[in-house]
Nanobody
Framework: QVQLVESGGGLVQPGGSLRLSCAAS????????MGWYRQAPGKQRELVAT???????TYADSAKGRFTISRDNAKNTVYLQMRSLKPEDTAVYYC????????????????WGQGTQVTVSS
């Protein structure tokens, strides 16, 4: 049983900052790529940022220069530091991890968290 649990969302004013966390628990051997996605009302879920187990990162254009993804492999946790937040960043933020259940499972299985709401408003 694997669970990913996000935390750190909330209401913030434009220009403010938030740090999201996503902790994975359960019978985990390791986690390959982890990522943050978001879904605004009436829109499709979109990629925000990803990070490999080795620390290589990718960002959506909307996140570049404002958001920073990081992870702690020992804690099976991924973070998203968000700065200079804008109203258009308002969305439910989800984390995803490609979880390896055994050392023989090289690709991993995608697990999603339940999401955390981020609202940017004055």
């Amino acid at each position: 049983q694997v669970q990913l649990v996000e935390s750190g969302g909330g209401l913030v004013q434009p220009g403010g900052s938030l740090r999201l966390s996503c902790a994975a628990s359960g019978s985990i051997f390791s986690i390959n790529t982890m990522g943050w996605y978001r879904q605004a009302p009436g829109k499709q879920r979109e990629l925000v940022a990803t990070i490999t187990s080795g620390g290589s990162t990718t960002y959506a254009d909307s996140a570049k220069g404002r958001f920073t993804i990081s992870r702690d492999n020992a804690k099976n946790t991924v973070y998203l530091q968000m700065r200079s937040l804008k109203p258009e960043d308002t969305a439910v933020y989800y984390c995803k991890g490609a979880v390896r259940l055994t050392r023989f499972d090289f690709r991993g299985i995608d697990y999603w968290g339940q999401g955390t709401q981020v609202t940017v408003s004055s």
